[in-house]
């Protein structure tokens, strides 16, 4: 099996880089759209701000390669929030894959900093993603943006107020906390998606 991990204007890919070769998968770090469309999984990972990411995949055509993928993809953090209709970020229009928008953290209280940054807990998870998962676990998050809970959400988290911790429609799943900087959790995530 081969992995594509999209490489793109976006910070962060060397981590899943890390997190693939770690589990023992054959990967290759790609902005060609035939690579990316003859593999068997793929990855499109990132930390990054919408507007400019979304600039940079038009410009590289990469945006018509992601929606058109038919295998098992996995957005992470910016890649989730890009794989959605829109973003309040710049007022962004991104690929659409998920029918719902991007809103902005507004904190009602001083305790509560923007971004959300560190531990927070998966809960009412429902996917093949999450194989093997017993109770509520932690994951990492860095994020100021967030995804309303919707009719794809398969994982919820509360921080400000509960949202979508993870997506999934058809051949598309999503994360919007790191897999691959969430441990022993994160290790068995991302081979639950590589096992799809």
């Not at 790609?30 to 930390?47: H, L, M, R, W």
């Not at 400019?52 to 055509?61: A, D, I, N, P, R």
């Not at 973003?87 to 305790?111: H, W």
């Not at 429609?169 to 790191?178: I, L, V, W």
């Amino acid at each position: 099996m081969r992995v594509a991990i999209i490489k793109y204007n976006a910070g962060n890919i060397c981590s899943v880089v890390n997190a693939i070769e770690r589990l023992g998968y054959e990967y290759v770090l790609t902005d060609d759209p035939n690579e990316i469309i003859s593999a068997d999984k793929v990855v499109f990972p990132g930390q990054g701000e919408a507007s400019t990411t979304m600039s940079y995949l038009k410009e590289h055509g990469l945006d018509k390669v992601i929606v058109s993928l038919e295998q098992p993809v996995l957005g992470i953090c910016i890649g989730m929030q890009l794989l959605c209709k829109h973003s309040e970020e710049y007022d962004t229009n991104c690929l659409g894959v998920f029918d719902v928008d991007v809103k902005r953290f507004s904190p009602i209280s001083k305790d509560l900093k923007v971004p959300q940054m560190g531990w927070n807990t998966l809960t009412d998870c429902k996917s093949e993603l999450f194989k093997g998962f017993t109770k509520s676990e932690y994951v990492y998050f860095i994020h100021s943006y967030y995804v309303p809970l919707c009719e794809d959400t398969i994982a919820v988290t509360d921080y400000v107020q509960q949202y979508s911790s993870a997506l999934h429609k058809g051949n598309f799943y999503a994360t919007q906390f790191h897999p691959e900087k969430s441990g022993d959790v994160g290790e068995r995530i991302l081979r639950n998606f590589l096992e799809i």
